[in-house]
């Protein structure tokens, strides 16, 4: 959970009202307005949208249609890196609605990637009626599913305007843009040298965004299409508050989009034979989001001064005098978003008696400037009745308004499991109880917000311990705490309360996007910080189990039954310690695992083959001469990765007890008191994590009929809090995960 990496990320913004759309003629290089109604701007990090920015987000909403009302069906292949990750569908036809002519025009997305190793399925529908001839909507039913709980919009005409079921008021189409299909810049796009600004309807983030249009010079151009020159007129999207610039090809005759370009994600969409898309190849998107560097520091936390040079492509919200904010300096160069420079990063740290009381004095937060980050917002909805309350309840007795931030953060850390992709915005994170970083800095926004404390959500990047260490895409909140403290950082995703370290590189109050290039750490305070603990002595006795012997745990989460994970000692085959497990979660998760060890208990080998979704894919790590090999395998293709590592790490492996049970093992005997440190290897995000497990007392419990005395031992891997009990054996007696309300009990 608290990988502190799990970043995610991209986000939405904070909605504007809908302004009136204007055109203007400008050279190429005129910058765009900055700042228009900075209230009515939000920053962003991993996220900042429903569940998870969709991979797409304008390629779906420049769907594609065709003029004609005929019956009409087309493929569309969505690229990435040059391969087939996903694909569109589009059908077109007339029919009737409540007894009138419509047409009904339906559109699937289906995008396909991996982030962190964890692979992100992305499906999109919609299905629209339109006005037969002028093409204005008459109703909109949309569905969003990116991997957590599916979200929909519907919209109707109604006298008042465009009526979307989601509390906004109606849209007026006369000012703003809602359309399957980019057919409108027929009679409303700007001229060859002019930009058109104006507001258009996103369903998949659920609201509408202000979009610049610019006409492209030349103003006709020839492609080929579905083998067929073609002649196209090339259009500029850029939507600001989501962090998206496209590319739209229209063909010239009839407007219809046949080509689709997001050149920072290097991303295409075209007009295919279906043929082309019956095989969609997942890639992983990592790197798009995520810097390795030549730094490693176990705990992050105790980063106070950070100086590093970073090349970083942002966009163009970002400029060289905004990258200096308090706590942070910046010497370099901005250039249409790409970021070259110098960062000196120190964060201020205050006492938890420091700023105001609470609650704040009347007056103490009037000041104009601190008004938009006091009212609700789309993604930060402070009014919604539930998370006012929770704020309420939780800063009861509170006495100062950073002690408020401190419980507010600490109950998002242990209550919101992280999850990518997550809620999204505050109110979906807070009734999910699910959430990424961008979630989880909006819910505690939202909280502060409600109870009068000002509060924003700023977007960069964040130093993770992964792979060795890198830099990766981040959101954390901001609070204002009085004149005397100004704005205080903080991060409830990675348990930091009332700071943040120096590992964070603000980029933006704004949404941005931090595609990093190189980070280098150039100095860093406290220098013992890349000091690693060394790992504890391990045994090599005889494990705890008898050959042929099998455990039979059960799983619950919230209370509720989930499954059953079992797993068996073959004992010594070639040399290691071979041991066979099985996971099934109804039939919805099903899979079994051979994990090989060494004496010691370190990797020798592991191999998983798992049927979730429909989908049967094998994992395969081999560890030999300081390296592991990962291989993935599944109906969706084949990838292969190889990772320097330390040979004397521990396996890790989702939904694997057996994995935890061998390093509390290999440790040694249990005293009370004892801290042991160890690094375990991730199967799926190839990347080693470090885990201190601390002895404690005994403590009383019943497994089946029997009641037995288990010793506790209380791991934290990277943040991840965990209760294990042991019996005298060895043997793992219970497994309990409160952030994500997860026990599993050994079955008598």
Request: proline share 7%; hydrophobic share 40%.
């Amino acid at each position: 959970r608290r990988l502190r990496a799990a970043p995610r990320s991209v986000e939405s913004a904070r909605a504007r009202p809908p302004r009136r759309r204007r055109t203007y003629s400008a050279p190429p290089t005129t910058p765009r307005a900055r700042d228009r109604g900075r209230a009515h701007v939000r920053p962003a990090i991993a996220e900042k949208t429903k569940p998870m920015r969709p991979i797409v987000p304008l390629l779906l909403a420049a769907t594609l249609a065709p003029l004609s009302a005929q019956e009409l069906e087309r493929t569309y292949a969505v690229r990435l890196q040059g391969r087939v990750v996903g694909h569109m569908t589009e059908s077109e036809e007339a029919t009737t609605h409540d007894g009138r002519p419509v047409v009904r025009f339906r559109t699937r997305t289906v995008v396909k990637v991996e982030l962190l190793g964890a692979s992100i399925d992305q499906d999109f529908e919609q299905t629209w009626l339109l006005e037969p001839g002028t093409r204005r909507p008459l109703r909109l039913d949309a569905r969003t599913d990116t991997g957590s709980s599916p979200t929909t919009l519907s919209g109707r005409t109604t006298e008042a305007g465009f009526q979307l079921d989601n509390g906004t008021p109606p849209l007026d189409l006369d000012q703003v843009v809602a359309a399957p299909d980019l057919r409108w810049l027929r009679t409303r796009g700007p001229a060859v040298g002019a930009v058109l600004e104006t507001d258009y309807l996103v369903p998949e983030l659920g609201s509408v965004q202000p979009l610049r249009v610019t006409r492209a010079d030349p103003p006709e151009r020839e492609i080929e299409v579905l083998g067929v020159p073609t002649i196209v007129l090339v259009y500029e999207l850029d939507m600001p508050s989501v962090g998206t610039r496209a590319v739209a090809f229209v063909r010239a005759a009839d407007y219809e989009v046949v080509r689709y370009e997001l050149p920072p994600q290097q991303m295409v969409m075209e007009l295919v034979p279906a043929s082309v898309v019956e095989r969609i190849e997942r890639v992983d998107v990592t790197d798009s989001i995520l810097v390795r560097t030549d730094f490693e520091v176990e705990d992050p936390a105790v980063l106070t001064s950070l100086t590093v040079r970073a090349d970083i492509q942002a966009t163009d919200v970002v400029t060289a005098e905004s990258l200096s904010a308090p706590g942070q300096r910046f010497e370099g160069t901005v250039d249409d978003g790409r970021i070259r420079g110098v960062f000196t990063i120190r964060p201020q740290r205050v006492d938890v008696d420091a700023g105001l009381p609470f609650p704040a004095p009347d007056g103490a937060f009037r000041a104009d400037a601190l008004q938009p980050y006091l009212e609700p917002e789309e993604n930060i909805e402070s009014d919604d009745p539930g998370i006012a309350a929770k704020a309420k309840e939780l800063a009861d007795g509170a006495t100062t308004c950073l002690e408020v931030v401190e419980r507010l953060g600490r109950w998002a850390y242990e209550e919101i499991p992280y999850e990518i992709p997550g809620g999204g915005s505050a109110r979906r994170t807070f009734e999910t109880r699910r959430g990424e970083c961008g979630g989880h800095s909006r819910v505690l926004a939202a909280m502060l917000r409600s109870l009068g404390i000002p509060a924003r959500t700023p977007m960069g990047g964040m130093y993770v311990p992964l792979y060795g260490g890198a830099f990766a895409q981040h959101m954390w909140t901001e609070v204002w705490l009085g004149d005397e403290v100004g704005w205080l950082p903080v991060d409830c995703t990675a348990g930091q309360f009332t700071f943040v370290d120096a590992g964070h590189i603000r980029l933006s109050e704004t949404i941005t996007s931090f595609r990093p290039h190189e980070v280098v750490v150039l100095d860093h305070e406290p220098k013992t910080a890349t000091a690693r603990a060394p790992a504890s002595e391990r045994r090599s006795g005889p494990f705890p189990y008898e050959v042929g012997e099998t455990l039979t745990y059960a799983w619950t989460v919230g209370g509720k039954a989930l499954g059953t994970e079992r797993f068996t000692y073959l004992g010594v085959l070639d040399g290691a310690h071979v041991f066979e497990g099985t996971v099934d979660f109804g039939g919805r998760f099903v899979e079994a695992t051979r994990t090989t060890v060494g004496d010691d208990g370190r990797l020798v080998a592991f191999h998983a083959e798992r049927e979730a979704g429909g989908v049967r894919e094998t994992i395969d790590v081999a560890v030999a001469d300081g390296a592991a090999r990962f291989s993935r395998a599944s109906d969706e293709g084949d990838r292969e990765h190889r990772e320097r590592i330390d040979p004397s790490v521990f396996p890790l492996h989702n939904n694997n007890t057996l994995h935890f049970a061998l390093a509390v093992d290999r440790i040694g005997a249990l005293v009370e008191g004892a801290k042991h440190r160890v690094r375990l290897l991730h199967t799926e995000q190839r990347t080693a994590f470090p885990m201190v497990l601390e002895v404690g007392g005994l403590e009383r419990v019943r497994i089946g009929d029997e009641e037995v005395d288990g010793r506790v031992v209380d791991a934290d891997l990277v943040g991840l809090a965990i209760r294990l009990l042991v019996d005298d054996r060895g043997r793992v007696l219970r497994f309990e995960q409160r952030q994500q309300d997860v026990r599993i009990e050994l079955q008598r």
